[in-house]
């Protein structure tokens, strides 16, 4: 995987959930293997995902996460995934601005404003 960054917790549906959450620059789209997590969850076969250990999973729904200052939406629903997986490159795609220093990773809107950060880890 690529260059990793962790969000330690995350406000679902009003209420704080300690998961950690990686700012993932190796991976291809948001997903999660707690489907708990997403709200709005629509039950829908997708791509089989390979893991880092070359096991697979299968995409079995989608939905949105979010905290106080943003949410993600189209965040899949992967069995058997073992991480919360944010991905760099559709994070890029639908306009926000990743800005990667030495010790942390600051996400921004299109006006630069300051949307989260997480430690680099």
Not at 98 to 110: A, N, S
């Amino acid at each position: 995987m690529g260059t990793k960054t962790s969000l330690n917790c995350l406000c679902v549906q009003g209420k704080q959930v300690q998961q950690i959450w990686y700012l993932d620059s190796g991976c291809s789209r948001h997903m999660t293997g707690c489907k708990a997590l997403l709200t709005s969850y629509i039950e829908k076969n997708g791509p089989a995902v390979t893991f880092g250990d070359n096991k697979r999973g299968r995409t079995r729904g989608y939905g949105v996460i979010s905290n106080r200052n943003i949410s993600f939406n189209d965040v899949a629903y992967v069995e058997g995934l073992k991480h919360n997986l944010l991905s760099i490159s559709q994070l890029c795609d639908k306009g926000f601005l990743v800005d990667f220093k030495e010790e942390k990773c600051i996400l921004k809107d299109r006006n630069g404003n300051h949307l989260l950060s997480a430690d680099r880890s």
